[in-house]
């Protein structure tokens, strides 16, 4: 079956653009989750979707923002972006609880 | 509120064995594993409910101590396939749906 999926894998932005990363889950999961990933800081949660709501935020500032679409396809923004947000950025989809998260390859954000 | 896993690196020989040790100060719900190979997205090992139960997966197992908030990962007989970056990742309660990692342990298997 299919993994998750992730578009696009590379990005580069100039700072101060806006970027919008996309995640297409397995099928049958509905919990979409994500995470910034940085050699300093590691896996920082960034947010988490369960049919179209919203269940938990980390602490990131609001340029960074998320959706979750009636198929369970989920999108994160990030307005304004700065140079501190280049990072790979994982989306995992789950069954829900208990179950353990299927992880996407990632986008490789650059801001320059 | 981040779990702390030690050790931070360990270098194996193949055949060696291995504990990974992650630590909350919080009380779980659950504890998950993942194991994260350079460049590659991080993979689903094996997840532990309040409990205190233990589970196996081939020759890598984990146990969970609800009393001390503990989990700890064993690898046993090491392969080279099992070099990769190890992360737990906990989470509070079961309304939670926030997944914490640890910091990562570097596990290295040589020949």
């Known amino acids: 079956k299919a993994g998750v999926t992730q578009t696009p894998r590379y990005l580069i932005k100039t700072r101060g653009q806006q970027v919008t990363l996309s995640c297409s889950p397995i099928?049958?999961?509905?919990?979409v989750s994500w995470y910034q990933q940085t050699p300093g800081q590691g896996l920082q949660f960034l947010f988490e979707?369960?049919?179209?709501?919203?269940?938990n935020k980390g602490n990131f500032p609001g340029r960074f923002s998320g959706r979750q679409f009636s198929n369970s396809r989920s999108e994160m923004n990030v307005s304004t972006l700065e140079l501190g947000d280049s990072a790979l950025y994982l989306c995992?989809?789950?069954?829900?609880?208990?179950?353990?998260?299927?992880f996407g390859s990632g986008t490789r954000l650059t801001v320059v | 509120q981040q779990p702390v896993q030690s050790p931070q690196a360990v270098i194996l020989r193949e055949g060696e064995d291995a504990v990974i040790n992650c630590s909350s100060s919080k009380a779980l719900y659950s504890v998950h594993w993942y194991r994260q190979k350079h460049g590659e997205a991080p993979i689903f090992l094996m997840i532990l409910l309040k409990g205190g139960e233990q589970k196996g997966h081939d020759k890598i197992s984990a146990s969970f101590n609800e009393k001390k908030q503990q989990s700890s990962l064993y690898l046993t007989a090491s392969q080279l396939s099992y070099s990769g970056t190890y992360f737990c990742g906990t989470e509070i309660s079961s309304s939670n749906y926030k997944l914490t990692f640890g910091k990562g342990t570097l596990l290295t298997v040589n020949p």
């Open positions: 995992a989809s789950s069954f829900d609880k208990p179950y353990g998260y299927t």
């Open positions: 099928s049958g999961h509905r919990s």
């Open positions: 979707y369960f049919s179209e709501t919203q269940r």
